[in-house]
């Protein structure tokens, strides 16, 4: 082959690289745009605080009550709801309640806004000395508005899951919710969210699992309830659950915690 054939295949090949980086650029420039329609269309009508939901649930029941500690984002935290029986804690520590009989103390350190890095820091804020039964951890979907990589989130995970056994407490983790399911953001952004946190709850799953937690996969478990009927599901923002999302969130949560404290060598059941 001579010169001048290796010249035009050298020259189309560049004119390929630069029509798929220019591809590329406006692939980003459309995500861009989208991730800004999205923010608009959420808001913040919810603000930023969920509503206080720490106290003693079901202390009519007999017994020491069961110490049930929420870590993570906002949706342990309960953003969302109106009132402060549903807020996810408070309907998993009445779950708990009523399968064991007994009161249950929930204490929340989860906070609006977390993402997996910042697990560390709300169990610092724990006072000296206190010792969680059980604990929950939800947490991912920041990560992923965040483009945390998925082995860094999933690794923080892990060290905040092995931080709690140490303390005694049995761990369940919610692993990310599919962000697919959050009808204000467009396409194609929102596939690629959902996607992207279907990975990441892959890998929470696994970390989780390596730490010693149960794991609820709250994609299989409630992700088609958002998806079949997202008015009743969601809160005002469209983003957080509402009443009901948190109702049937629980409901996928319970049995596991039930499972870990019945499971658990000094058992608190």
């Avoid at 009927?229 to 319970?254: E, I, K, Q």
Wanted: proline share 7%.
């Amino acid at each position: 082959m001579g010169r001048h054939p290796l010249r035009r295949i050298a020259a189309t090949v560049g004119a390929a690289a630069v029509l798929v980086g220019a591809g590329a650029f406006g692939a980003r420039i459309l995500l861009t745009r989208q991730a800004a329609v999205a923010r608009r269309r959420i808001g913040k009508p919810l603000g930023e605080i969920a509503l206080d939901a720490d106290r003693v649930w079901r202390p009519k029941l007999r017994g020491t009550p069961v110490e049930l500690l929420f870590v993570g984002d906002s949706i342990a935290a309960g953003l969302g709801a109106e009132r402060p029986k549903d807020v996810l804690g408070a309907r998993v520590a009445k779950g708990v309640a009523g399968f064991l009989g007994r009161p249950v103390q929930l204490r929340t350190v989860a906070s609006v806004g977390a993402e997996s890095r910042d697990l560390e820091r709300q169990l610092d804020r724990l006072p000296e000395g206190y010792r969680p039964d059980v604990a929950v951890v939800i947490v991912g979907g920041n990560d992923v508005t965040h483009r945390t990589p998925v082995g860094v989130a999933a690794a923080h995970l892990e060290a905040a899951v092995t931080r709690l056994r140490a303390l005694g407490a049995d761990v369940v983790v919610g692993t990310c919710p599919d962000l697919g399911a959050l009808r204000p953001v467009p396409q194609p952004l929102r596939s690629l969210g959902g996607q992207a946190s279907h990975h990441l709850a892959r890998a929470q799953a696994a970390a989780a699992d390596r730490a010693g937690a149960r794991v609820v996969s709250l994609r299989r478990a409630v992700g088609h309830l958002f998806f079949a009927n997202p008015d009743d599901m969601f809160s005002l923002d469209r983003f957080h659950p509402s009443a009901l999302g948190y109702r049937r969130t629980a409901d996928a949560l319970v049995p596991e915690v039930v499972a870990a404290l019945a499971s658990s060598p000094v058992d608190p059941v």
